[in-house]
């Protein structure tokens, strides 16, 4: 008879373990397919990448947070990386690296900001590659659908040029 009951519960356990019952859809994530369902959830894709090139408190960099907070971090380190600025003190060290032009030799670092500006201009286009990919077969307007999309080819433009900018040698000696 124990036999037969421990099977029972196995069994009545195994069914029941099956059920549609148990299964859950993430709360933390939303899957592309309800993303791009609606022009809107393409929409709000493309801000989300807006939103990213201002992040800051080490969104992008496992350490120096402070100086590395996004688009504007990059633009302020590319201005003092030119050669019409000056700056005659280090002050409270903010991009003086940058001024000294260190960060070139840092190309390897994980951390610093030429990983930095990698990763992020990367991660920028990947977002919007899923955007263009994506967004044709969304539900909505045709005006919308494509407020979008040119919104996603100009944004990875935008990325692709500032890559160009910072890692692209002179045709000069690298014929």
Partial sequence: KKTFYICVLVLTVGFYSCS??????????????????????????????????YFSDDFWSTSYGTENFGLASVNIAADLMGEDM????????????????WTRTE???TSDRPYVWWYMFYNTINNVNNIIAYAPEAEGGVADRNNVLGQ???????????????YQRTYIGNE
């Fill in 20 to 53: 549609d019952d148990l299964d859950t859809v993430p709360t933390d994530k939303t899957s592309t397919t309800e993303v791009f369902s609606s022009v809107d959830g393409a929409l709000a894709a493309m801000n989300g990448v807006y939103r990213s090139l």
């Fill in 86 to 101: 000056g700056m005659g003190a280090p002050g409270s060290a903010w991009f003086w690296y940058d001024y000294r032009l």
């Fill in 107 to 109: 190309i390897n670092n």
């Fill in 152 to 166: 996603a080819f100009a944004m990875r433009a935008f990325a692709y040029f500032n890559l160009i900018q910072l």
